[in-house]
């Protein structure tokens, strides 16, 4: 009879190598995808172009990719390590991928035009957008439909994979090594952990294949992006605002947090950190990640100036100044891990027990 340790390894070591071979096809497939969107904007996005005027040097090359490579590498290492598996495919009808990346080259027209026009409070027409706060009335990014449409909502996951040449699952992962770390060994059942600003589902997928028996929930703002969530996890999603979270004090085990702090005004952020630390148990855990910081990363300092410059983020230079560990710290949470890959950076905290 197999040793079963070596059997452990064995799927494990199968799954690293799948994860490896489908990073690569992803990492190919939305790098020629992001191209394409980009040549496609890329007249209309001349005049901005021009006036961009960075305050840091450009970064060099081989370290950019570097860095954008260490992604895949410590996400097929936490699949070889057991920690979780092999992410799924976005898609798997080519057909669709393709017609994701059509639509994703024909709206890049109209982003670069709302941005050319400076369109990034448009999303205040949509039908029933008035009920939401101010700050969340408004186009991200200059994505059409800001966080109100179904489109936007379908549309997103492709945008993000295309901006970051397939990396942006394995950069949030980050966030999962750290919990999924944190949680080995420990018995799933009776576990419960939140998604916060779950978004499209992405990472709500990645929670649900690396924690099977717990109960694993997603919350987000938007009706749109809720529904997308849900069908494209499989878990249960909730419509509601991180300033108010509906959960019980000391109900949950563990929160997710997944690029919501830098979308948010600095008198939001100590508000949602405080709900998040009402919500945990004692001894429940934060996994958050959002993006790096210039201390974090400076020789990509350029890219980070570059994002705002380009991309509708009112509060995003804000963030590149926060003291993530004190805004946590103020809300009762201490640091318990960090981790980082490319342009993002993880953070697990605790909350102490009683």
């Not at 509906?246 to 508000?271: G, N, T």
Request: net charge positive.
């Amino acid at each position: 009879m197999p040793d079963a340790r070596a059997v452990r390894r064995s799927a494990f070591a199968g799954d690293a190598g799948l994860q490896a071979l489908r990073s690569t096809f992803k990492a190919a497939f939305w790098t020629a995808g992001g191209f394409a969107a980009r040549r496609a904007s890329q007249q209309r996005d001349h005049d901005e172009a021009e006036r961009f005027a960075p305050t840091t040097p450009p970064p060099d090359r081989l370290r950019l990719r570097r860095a954008w490579l260490e992604a895949f590498v410590k996400d097929a290492a936490d699949v070889a390590a057991g920690l979780y598996p092999a992410s799924e495919p976005m898609f798997s009808d080519p057909r669709r991928a393709l017609d994701a990346v059509d639509d994703l080259v024909k709206d890049a027209r109209e982003v670069a035009d709302r941005r050319r026009r400076k369109g990034g409070v448009e999303a205040r027409s949509e039908a029933g957008s008035e009920a939401y706060p101010l700050y969340y009335r408004q186009n991200f990014h200059f994505q059409s439909g800001g966080w109100f449409t179904p489109d936007s909502a379908r549309r997103y996951e492709p945008q993000v994979e295309a901006l970051f040449s397939g990396a942006a699952g394995a950069m949030r992962r980050r966030a999962l090594s750290l919990l999924a770390r944190a949680w080995r060994g420990r018995d799933q059942r009776g576990l419960t952990v939140v998604d916060l600003a779950c978004g499209a589902g992405g990472f709500l997928t990645d929670l649900k294949t690396a924690f099977p028996r717990a109960r694993v929930v997603g919350l987000d703002l938007s009706p749109s992006y809720a529904v997308e969530a849900a069908a494209r996890s499989g878990a249960p999603v909730t419509q509601s605002a991180a300033e108010r979270l509906p959960f019980a004090d000391a109900s949950l085990d563990a929160v997710s947090c997944i690029y919501l702090f830098h979308e948010l005004p600095p008198k939001v952020r100590p508000v949602v950190a405080a709900e998040i630390a009402r919500v945990l148990k004692p001894g429940g855990l934060l996994a958050l990640a959002d993006s790096v910081q210039p201390q974090d990363e400076p020789g990509l300092a350029r890219l980070l100036e570059a994002f705002p410059a380009f991309f509708h983020e009112p509060y995003y230079a804000g963030w590149q100044t926060t003291d993530v560990e004190a805004l946590f710290g103020e809300a009762g949470l201490r640091p318990a891990g960090t981790d980082k890959a490319f342009l993002t950076k993880a953070w697990l905290f605790e909350k102490p027990a009683a």
